[in-house]
């Protein structure tokens, strides 16, 4: 199985984000990962529609849009018309998940679910037809730089195990403190994308040496 890696711009230098964008694709990443918050859902406040649509222009890999927000249904038309490819909506945010997931892709992008470190698993059996995304948050959302929960790993394996028996074609995701000396571990226990953000922008020498350097790490 390919591993796709897909750089967070959390971390990215928001003065040149699409400068920060470029050079993650450069150094070889499969999508950009968009981190939107609400300020209600997690306590931090990032980006809407219209920098998205920047991102957008910045470059022609897949965006991957993560909606930490309350009732995301408001707001995925918007985010689809800015240019996102997928959009993942919080189980734990939604009343009426299966209804956004179908709106998702009535709109032409890719639906996923994420799961916060508390929320089993199981709780998105019920979706996982609906799904072409399943996220397994390995730290708590709302902040880049923290430290991976290493429970996620079963969650993970528990999610392949899910995906695999009833739609084997939906990608699983993790997002949340990865590092070079935890890759290993994550690619063993199932995961397809791999999303990085404090690792790929603040250490080191940059997107252009981390990325290709956290490849080899899922590959050993």
Same mark, same amino acid.
């Given at each position: 199985?390919?591993?796709?890696? +897909?750089?967070?711009? !959390?971390? /990215?230098?928001?003065?040149?984000?699409?400068?920060?964008? =470029? *050079?993650?694709? +450069?150094?070889?990443?499969?999508?950009?990962?968009?981190?939107?918050?609400?300020? $209600?859902?997690?306590?931090?406040?990032?980006?809407?529609?219209?920098?998205? #649509?920047?991102? &957008?222009?910045?470059?022609?890999?897949?965006?991957?849009?993560?909606?930490?927000?309350?009732?995301? &249904?408001?707001?995925?038309?918007?985010?689809?018309?800015?240019?996102?490819?997928?959009?993942?909506?919080?189980?734990?945010?939604?009343?009426?998940?299966?209804?956004?997931? @179908? =709106?998702?892709?009535?709109?032409? /992008?890719?639906?996923?679910? @994420?799961?916060?470190?508390?929320?089993?698993?199981?709780?998105?059996?019920?979706?996982?037809?609906?799904?072409?995304?399943? !996220?397994?948050?390995?730290?708590?959302?709302?902040?880049?730089? =923290?430290?991976?929960?290493? *429970? $996620?790993? &079963?969650?993970?394996? =528990? @999610? &392949?195990?899910?995906?695999?028996?009833?739609?084997?074609?939906? #990608?699983?995701?993790?997002?949340?403190?990865?590092? !070079?000396?935890?890759?290993?571990?994550?690619?063993?226990?199932? +995961?397809?994308?791999?999303?990085?953000?404090?690792?790929?922008?603040?250490?080191?020498?940059?997107?252009?040496?981390?990325?290709? /350097?956290? *490849? *080899? +790490? !899922?590959?050993?």
């Amino acid at each position: 199985m390919t591993i796709k890696i +897909a750089p967070s711009i !959390l971390n /990215a230098d928001f003065g040149h984000l699409a400068e920060a964008v =470029q *050079r993650a694709e +450069a150094g070889g990443a499969d999508w950009i990962h968009v981190d939107v918050m609400d300020g $209600a859902f997690v306590p931090n406040l990032t980006l809407g529609p219209m920098v998205v #649509e920047g991102i &957008r222009r910045a470059t022609r890999l897949p965006l991957d849009v993560h909606l930490m927000i309350e009732d995301p &249904r408001r707001y995925v038309g918007a985010f689809r018309d800015a240019g996102a490819d997928s959009m993942t909506i919080h189980l734990e945010a939604d009343r009426h998940p299966h209804r956004t997931l @179908a =709106q998702i892709r009535e709109l032409g /992008a890719r639906a996923g679910v @994420a799961l916060n470190p508390g929320t089993p698993v199981a709780l998105a059996a019920d979706l996982v037809e609906s799904l072409d995304l399943l !996220l397994v948050m390995s730290v708590n959302p709302g902040f880049g730089g =923290q430290h991976f929960i290493e *429970r $996620a790993l &079963r969650k993970l394996e =528990q @999610a &392949r195990s899910l995906v695999s028996d009833r739609n084997p074609t939906c #990608e699983v995701e993790v997002d949340g403190g990865v590092k !070079l000396d935890n890759a290993p571990a994550i690619a063993r226990a199932g +995961a397809s994308v791999v999303v990085a953000g404090s690792f790929v922008y603040l250490e080191g020498d940059g997107p252009e040496a981390n990325i290709p /350097a956290l *490849r *080899r +790490a !899922l590959l050993a």
